[in-house]
């Protein structure tokens, strides 16, 4: 009887090596997430049309934005996966904290760190923090898109054991078929979200309404996050609350209330704007 699912691909989880320089799969991710999503945000701020009134925002601080935005993710991401998945093991071994190496990172702690250094820069630059946090959001599926990617190639964040068709037996899950749960997210966080936004952004005039793309794109995360939770084998230091919520669910919830709110607000926030 021929074995379910395809056979996980071997490939070597280092990307990049010079000399004794290299760059795994997932810090090229965030390394292309970065350039990728400084070209869109730059192409958003300067195409006029897209905009109520003047952005703020220029071309030539994109970059200076881009990098406290990718700061405030790197250290928000393992901050969160700190205190929100693993907080007892990391307060006994606190050194191991910065082993980012070794993996541990929460994309919910990424988002929340890099809003509070993005409201700090927004004060020191007086831009008004909703616009810098419509042209964020819109880029963030770039990244997710990516970085799910990333995921898939080092085997980790796979997802329940199945029978589909297109089922991968991953050798850290035992070799049995399961769910590439990392990729169920690559499609729905990044493609998708992506596609949704720019629909809204380029055909709708979603960034004349201050908040308003920063709020969907938060609840298009929260709302895909979720769902292929359902799929994910969660973490085992935590497991499941109530039989099947897990703490990626909790943490999505608050997004997506804050992204409600940010959609709201936005007709009221562009009549404040004008």
């Given at each position: 009887?021929?074995?379910?699912?395809?056979?996980?691909?071997?490939?070597?989880?280092?990307?990049?090596?010079?000399?004794?320089?290299?760059?795994?799969?997932?810090?090229?991710?965030?390394?292309?997430?970065?350039?990728?999503?400084?070209?869109?945000?730059?192409?958003?701020?300067?195409?006029?049309?897209?905009?109520?009134?003047?952005?703020?925002?220029?071309?030539?601080a994109v970059e200076d934005?881009?990098?406290?935005?990718?700061?405030?993710?790197?250290?928000?991401?393992?901050?969160?996966?700190?205190?929100?998945?693993?907080?007892?093991?990391?307060?006994?071994?606190?050194?191991?904290?910065?082993?980012?190496?070794?993996?541990?990172?929460?994309?919910?702690?990424?988002?929340?760190?890099?809003?509070?250094?993005?409201?700090?820069?927004?004060?020191?630059?007086?831009?008004y923090y909703r616009q810098?946090?419509?042209?964020?959001?819109?880029?963030?599926?770039?990244?997710?898109?990516?970085?799910?990617?990333?995921?898939?190639?080092?085997?980790?964040?796979?997802?329940?054991?199945?029978?589909?068709?297109?089922?991968?037996?991953?050798?850290?899950?035992?070799?049995?078929?399961?769910?590439?749960?990392?990729?169920?997210?690559?499609?729905?966080?990044?493609?998708?979200?992506?596609?949704?936004?720019?629909?809204?952004?380029?055909?709708?005039?979603?960034?004349?309404?201050?908040?308003?793309?920063?709020?969907?794109?938060?609840?298009?995360?929260?709302?895909?996050?979720?769902?292929?939770?359902?799929?994910?084998?969660?973490?085992?230091?935590?497991?499941?609350?109530?039989?099947f919520v897990t703490q990626?669910?909790?943490?999505?919830?608050?997004?997506?209330?804050?992204?409600?709110?940010?959609?709201?607000?936005?007709?009221?926030?562009?009549?404040?704007?004008?």
């Open positions: 009887m021929p074995e379910i699912g395809f056979a996980f691909p071997n490939i070597d989880p280092v990307a990049i090596s010079i000399g004794p320089l290299s760059i795994q799969w997932y810090g090229l991710a965030y390394l292309v997430s970065l350039v990728l999503g400084s070209l869109y945000i730059k192409k958003l701020v300067s195409t006029r049309k897209l905009w109520s009134a003047e952005p703020q925002l220029k071309s030539a934005m881009a990098f406290y935005t990718f700061l405030g993710i790197f250290i928000g991401g393992r901050l969160g996966y700190v205190l929100f998945y693993n907080f007892s093991y990391y307060l006994q071994n606190p050194l191991e904290v910065f082993s980012v190496w070794d993996g541990g990172m929460s994309i919910h702690g990424g988002v929340l760190f890099s809003a509070l250094i993005i409201l700090v820069y927004s004060r020191v630059k007086q831009i810098l946090f419509d042209v964020l959001m819109a880029a963030l599926p770039i990244g997710l898109f990516l970085g799910r990617i990333a995921n898939f190639v080092n085997g980790e964040l796979y997802g329940h054991v199945t029978n589909v068709a297109w089922a991968v037996r991953f050798p850290a899950g035992g070799s049995v078929p399961r769910h590439p749960s990392q990729l169920y997210e690559s499609l729905l966080e990044g493609l998708v979200s992506f596609v949704i936004l720019w629909v809204l952004v380029w055909k709708f005039g979603g960034l004349k309404r201050p908040g308003y793309i920063a709020g969907v794109s938060a609840i298009l995360y929260g709302i895909s996050r979720i769902f292929v939770e359902f799929f994910r084998v969660p973490d085992v230091q935590i497991g499941y609350y109530l039989g990626g669910m909790i943490l999505s919830i608050p997004m997506i209330l804050l992204g409600i709110y940010f959609v709201a607000s936005s007709k009221s926030a562009q009549q404040k704007q004008v």
